[in-house]
Structure formats: structure tokens, C-alpha cells
């Protein structure tokens, strides 16, 4: 007698669920454009963790394509005279829009959301009021390495939540109006000259604490620095000269700096032993040559 078998099959059924994190863009770090470190891998792990499919529907979508949803189906680069998204020609997370190295020539229309704006490395060479009057959520802008010859005296005026501004290695002789709650300013790498710098430029900005304004064309250290600076960077300029109130109060011999950690002076044409009453009130003298 044959015996009948029966062949059992156990089907488990696992639903599908998005594991890629949470982006928490607060954790992304401002930094100096001088120095050795990049937002290169913070970008790149942003972008990591986004490229994981997106699913929608019940279906998965890659990051390309979520990407073009965000705007419509035109490969036109989006300009200043059209409504085209940027997202279609910059990368948009969480408020963050990255356009760098893309050569784009001025600023993009922006989301009005955007709160982190990196286009470093562009060929943008203007900077006008229109291109943020209603971009009010900005709190970081870095143009590092385009070929800016001018801003306009109000691009930055209504910008009241910015706090770090990169400018680095550009093209300016001059330096905009500020917004008033800026804590970094980096301004690195111009032609900026000292009458390129208005006399009262910093001294409405009771934030301010990192100021780089190292290889440049000034003559002289700025006027009214803020009580608040605890970096000063003002290396390779044609620095001539200090007073006694540059840094320090003439007038009150027990002033002291008490925020002022750092300041740099050398490759400037002047030697800082023959003025050592204007670092009286510092608690370590500058950087440069003093013999």
C-alpha cells in the first residue's frame, strides 16, 4: 500500500517597515574655511541615509526620484525668472539645501523653509537684497569659494534668526551690513581693505564671538569690536599699526577682555613689541612678531 504523504509549508509573513533614521540636521557643525575639516562627510552621510528607498504607497522609491516629486517633470535649471523647484538641481533635506559645486552662477530660489543653505564652490558673483527678502528662517549661509564681488548693503538685513556666515575666499572688497544676532563670521581669503569696513560694522553684534578676516588688504584692526569676540583672526593683512584703544580702554587701566581667547597678527608688517600697552587688557597677547 502507497502511503500519502503531505508536504506542510509555512509561510511567515514580515511586514516592511522604513528603518532609515530620523536626520537630526542640528548636529551639523559650522566650520572655519581655513582649516583642514570639510563638510564633505557630514553631507555625504546625510545623503547616505536618505538614499535608502523611500516607501510610498506600499512602493519603494529611490532617492532620485523622491527627489524630482518634490517639483515637476522639467530639466530646465531653475533661474530667477521661473517658479522651477531647487530641489531639482541641489540636494533639499530637512531644511538644509546643498548646492555646491554645481556652477551655478547666482543664488537659487530657495524654499521657504530653508534654514541651512551650503553653495560653496559656484562661479556666483553677486549677491542681491531679492535673493532672501523672503527667507526669514535662515540661520546658516556658507558661499566658500565662489567668485563674489559684491553684496548688497541689505541681502542680510532681514535675516534676524542667521547666526553663522561664511564669505571665505571670494572676491570682495568690502563687507555688507550684518544681521544682528551673528556669531560667526568668516570672511577669509578676500580683497577686503580697511575702508572696506564700516566703523561701527561690528559693534551692534553682541553675539559675534569667531571674526576670521585673516588674508585680506586691511591697513588697520577694526574699530568697536564687541565685548563678546573670543576669536580673532586677522593673519596676512597689511596691518601697520595699533592704538592703545584697538583692544583695551586708554582711559581704564583695569579693563579686561575677559571673553578674548585668541587673536593672530602674524604676516602683517608691524612689530608688536613696540606696542604693548594696547594688550594690557588681554589675558594672552597676540600672535605675530615681536622682535
Known amino acids: 500500500m502507497k502511503t500519502l504523504q503531505a508536504t506542510f509549508f509555512l509561510f511567515v509573513f514580515v511586514p516592511l517597515v522604513n528603518s532609515a533614521p530620523p536626520i537630526h540636521q542640528e548636529s551639523l ?3 572655519e574655511y581655513d582649516t583642514d575639516v570639510t563638510m564633505g562627510s557630514l553631507i555625504q552621510q546625510d545623503y547616505e541615509m536618505q538614499s535608502k528607498d523611500i516607501r510610498k504607497d506600499g512602493t519603494n522609491i529611490s532617492l532620485d526620484t523622491s527627489l524630482r516629486l518634490q517639483g515637476d517633470d522639467s530639466n ?4 530667477k525668472d521661473t517658479n522651477l523647484p531647487t530641489c531639482l538641481l541641489c540636494v533639499c533635506l530637512s531644511g538644509s539645501v546643498y548646492c555646491e559645486e554645481i556652477d551655478i552662477e547666482a543664488v537659487p530660489p530657495l ?10 564652490f559656484n562661479k556666483i558673483k553677486r549677491i542681491a537684497v531679492s535673493d532672501f527678502a523672503d527667507i526669514t528662517t535662515l540661520r546658516r549661509i556658507d558661499f566658500s569659494g565662489n567668485r563674489i564681488e559684491e553684496i548688497e548693503d541689505g541681502a542680510f538685513s532681514k535675516l ?6 561664511s564669505l571665505a575666499e571670494n572676491r570682495l572688497i568690502k563687507l555688507p551690513v550684518l544681521p544682528p544676532k551673528l556669531t560667526t563670521l568668516n570672511a577669509n581669503q578676500n580683497r577686503i581693505k580697511s575702508r572696506g569696513i564700516k566703523a561701527n560694522a561690528f559693534k551692534k553684534l553682541t553675539n559675534l564671538a569667531y571674526l576670521y578676516l585673516g588674508h585680506n588688504a586691511l591697513e588697520s584692526v577694526p574699530l568697536n569690536l564687541p565685548e563678546s569676540l573670543r576669536i580673532l583672526h586677522l593673519q596676512y593683512n597689511n596691518i601697520t599699526t595699533i592704538t592703545d584703544d584697538t583692544f583695551c580702554k586708554s582711559n581704564n587701566t ?9 587673536i ?9 613689541a613696540k ?15 615681536y622682535y
Open 160 to 165: 534676524l534668526l542667521l547666526e553663522e556666515l
Open 111 to 120: 524654499p521657504k523653509e530653508t534654514a541651512y543653505l551650503y553653495a560653496r
Open 29 to 31: 557643525q559650522f566650520y
Open 275 to 289: 606696542h604693548v600697552n594696547a594688550f594690557s587688557c588681554l589675558r594672552t597677547l597676540p600672535v605675530g612678531t
Open 76 to 79: 530646465v535649471p531653475p533661474t
Open 254 to 262: 583695569r579693563y579686561i577682555r575677559t571673553h578674548m581667547d585668541e
Open 264 to 272: 593672530r597678527m602674524e604676516g602683517n608688517p608691524i612689530l608688536l
